[in-house]
């Protein structure tokens, strides 16, 4: 089990915790971006991260929770990330905007509402890189997991190997020692506060050896 941690939760020190984590076990750092407008909360524009992130070492995943998705990949790009992901409730037409992250050369992934049906993004799942399914309503860290997620994770993690596709399917939200133990079908999850609040090795090593 691959883990992305998110930094949302780290209130001080970011530029700290990032570092903590480029000496730690974690596969990713995953950048929660919002905009007010999408959900209501309003986390960071890319020139707010950069000093945070001037000795960084690991891959960036960097999830989109915003509605104009275009002007966020063409600034965030600028942070090199490995992986953008937008929300498929936020654009209308989800292979051009797929299309347009590729051409950058970065990743292109494609994330879903608890609400959002999983056969929804079928018909885009070959061109994606990676699948975030949102176990907790965007917006907000430290929400309990929604166990409806299980289901929407093994559904896809079947159709992915019925169709022998390769893109990374990715859970995210209320991730932590238990919950870890629902989504083993899974490849990745994305964990904050259970790593950002605790031992941040001792807790990634816990969720990969899960």
């Not at 950069?50 to 995943?61: A, G, H």
């Not at 997620?149 to 990715?170: A, C």
């Amino acid at each position: 089990m691959k883990v992305a941690t998110s930094i949302l939760s780290v209130k001080e020190n970011i530029k700290g915790s990032i570092d903590r984590l480029n000496m730690s076990n974690t596969d990713y750092i995953h950048l929660d971006i919002m905009d007010g407008i999408f959900v209501e909360n309003i986390t960071w524009h890319a020139n707010e991260l950069i000093p945070y992130l001037s000795n960084n070492q690991k891959p960036l995943d960097v999830h989109l929770m915003v509605s104009n998705v275009k002007s966020y990949v063409d600034e965030f790009k600028l942070l090199n990330p490995e992986t953008i992901v937008f929300h498929y409730e936020a654009v209308d037409d989800i292979d051009s905007m797929i299309n347009y992250i590729k051409s950058l050369g970065i990743k292109a992934g494609l994330a879903i509402k608890p609400n959002t049906k999983i056969e929804e993004i079928y018909t885009y799942l070959p061109k994606l890189d990676e699948v975030i399914v949102m176990s907790v309503n965007p917006g907000l860290g430290g929400q309990e997991f929604m166990m409806p997620s299980i289901d929407k994770v093994n559904r896809l993690k079947e159709y992915k190997l019925n169709n022998n596709l390769n893109f990374i399917i990715n859970v995210d939200g209320g991730i932590n020692n238990n919950t870890i133990k629902l989504v083993r079908s899974a490849d990745m999850v994305v964990s904050g506060s259970y790593v950002t609040n605790n031992n941040y090795e001792e807790s990634i090593n816990i969720l990969k050896s899960e």
